[in-house]
């Protein structure tokens, strides 16, 4: 089991910068695959990045690429998320969750979740 903690959420302009913490308790954090994921009001959740615990990275290129950065403090265990030139099609709750499973965008393969932090961009 691995418990998850998001912080640094809120509300912020466009163009704008935030970025979000997800603090891992439990299992050792570096066996996993940390991942953020988001979810607007009215729509699914979907993926916005990927860290493997091999090293790999990935992101929703679609969205993100380019603006959002992934990394992980091993030594913290904890998980982060910068978010640059933010725009208010940006603003959903954002979850960090956690899998054994190897580089992966599918929700349904991370069984571990937090309890999301609220993103809001202004416009």
């Known amino acids: 089991q691995v418990q998850l903690v998001e912080s640094g959420g809120g509300l912020v302009q466009a163009g704008g910068s935030l970025r979000l913490s997800c603090a891992a308790s439990?299992?050792?954090?570096?066996?996993?695959?940390m991942g953020w994921f988001r979810q607007a009001p009215g729509k699914e959740r979907e993926f916005v990045a990927a860290w493997t615990w091999t090293g790999s990275t990935t992101y929703n290129s679609n969205s993100v690429k380019g603006r959002f950065t992934i990394s992980r403090d091993n030594a913290k265990n904890t998980l982060y998320l910068q978010m640059n030139s933010l725009k208010p099609e940006d603003t959903a709750v954002y979850y960090c969750?956690?899998?054994?499973?190897?580089?992966?965008?599918?929700?349904?393969?991370?069984?571990?979740w937090g309890q999301g932090t609220q993103v809001t961009v202004s416009s």
């Open positions: 969750a956690a899998t054994t499973v190897g580089l992966t965008t599918t929700l349904a393969n991370y069984p571990y």
């Open positions: 439990g299992r050792t954090f570096t066996r996993y695959t």
